[in-house]
Nanobody, 123 residues
């Protein structure tokens, strides 16, 4: 079992920044990497970013490239998502997930999910 707890969501004005955190515990040695996904009301879940457990590879969705940065602190078993230049269309519930299969861009590769944290960007 792997437990994931997200934090750092909130309300921010367009153009502002937020940093999300995802703390992992349990059988973290089984994790290939960690990803962030988001889901807005009435929309499908969308891949945001992912990082391998070693931190040597990162991946980003097209809509966040150049604005969001994913990083990790293995000593703390924590992954961060720095979100800059936020837009109203970034409003969603953000979930972190543990990649067990190694296909970082495919949500089916993820075996454990956090409870989600709300990010709201006002215009």
């Amino acid at each position: 079992q792997v437990q994931l707890v997200e934090s750092g969501g909130g309300l921010v004005q367009a153009g502002g920044s937020l940093r999300l955190s995802c703390a992992a515990s349990g059988r973290t040695f089984a994790i290939y990497g960690t990803g962030w996904f988001r889901q807005a009301p009435g929309k499908e879940r969308e891949f945001v970013a992912a990082i391998t457990w070693t931190g040597d590879s990162t991946y980003y969705g097209d809509s966040v490239k150049g604005r969001f940065t994913i990083s990790s602190d293995n000593a703390k078993n924590t992954v961060y998502l720095q979100m800059n230049s936020l837009k109203p269309e970034d409003t969603a519930v953000y979930y972190c997930a543990a990649d067990l299969g190694g296909d970082s861009l495919d949500s089916r590769s993820y075996g454990y999910w956090g409870q989600g944290t709300q990010v709201t960007v006002s215009s």
